[in-house]
Structures are given as C-alpha cells and as structure tokens.
C-alpha cells in the first residue's frame, strides 16, 4: 500500500491505495475506504464505497514468547496482459530507459525507470523473457497504464 499527503486549499489529507488489479485500487482517505476503477484513458470511471471491516477481537498474545514484529512483504512487479505489454502503473515521465531491444531479462529486473510525484519508479519485468520492444522514449509523459515495452517468450 503506498501513502501519499495532499495538501489542497492549506488542508492536508492523507491517501492510502492498493492496486486489487490492472485497473483496480482500493483506496482509503482519511479513514473512509473506497474502492476504485480506471478506465483506459486513465480516468475514473467508477467509484464504489467499500464496507466497513467487520470488528475483530483482540486477544493479549502468550506472555511465554514475544510476538515476532511484522515483515514487510515486496511489491509485486508490474503486471502484463495477454498482448504481452509492460503498462504504467501510474502518470509519469520516462527517466531512463534500462534496456534495448533483444535484451533477455528475468522476472523484476529493471526495464525503465518512471519519474512520478518526484519519486523514481524501477518499472520491472514481470517475468523471464527477451525485450521485444521499448515503446516508449527518455523524457516522454505517459499516463496510467499506457504501454512501456513490450516482452517476447524467451
């Protein structure tokens, strides 16, 4: 889940978002959760108040063993859909593009790096393959979900 601070006429809101799917997100802001879909064109074309999770009861842990704090879990690298193709996960500019054409590349290696809300994105391979194409050139602005780079079979 990524968070972000908005600041919007001087009133700061916090946003939380979790991608569910290629165009899909859960989003909370400021506790109220709502879930999200983004159309090709990378606007929302539908919003949908989640429930409210139902309350759980808390029991104290074992006093005999302390609990084991929280691990992290990775993110998941981008996602590709049946054309093959690496898309955007989010408006941004094209900082640097890692790898040519022809180029063999296993799952999460870095193909491009994405320059969004001043923050530098390794866009990586979402599994083994040969880069077939890089669709995309250094500077150029693209939008949620627009095609990066195309993979072929190894």
């Given amino acids: 889940m990524r968070r972000y601070h908005l600041t919007i006429n001087g009133q700061t809101y916090t946003v939380d978002i979790a991608e569910l799917s290629n165009d899909r997100f859960a989003v909370q802001l400021n506790g109220r959760e709502f879930e999200v879909q983004l159309s090709e064109s990378g606007e929302v074309s539908e919003i949908v108040p ?3 999770p139902a309350p759980v009861a808390i029991t104290p842990p074992p006093t005999t063993a302390p609990a084991a704090p929280p691990t992290a879990k990775p993110l998941p690298p981008p996602t590709t859909v049946g054309d093959n193709l690496i898309r955007a996960p989010m408006p941004g500019t094209i900082l640097q593009i890692v790898v040519s054409p022809g180029a063999r590349v296993k799952r999460g290696q870095p193909i491009i790096v994405l320059e969004a809300m001043k ?22 602005s693209v939008g949620y979900g627009e095609p990066l780079a195309q993979l072929a079979d190894a």
């Fill in 50 to 52: 989640r429930a409210a």
């Fill in 119 to 140: 923050m530098n994105n390794s866009i990586g391979a979402p599994r083994d393959g040969v880069v077939a194409a890089i669709l995309v050139k250094t500077g150029q």
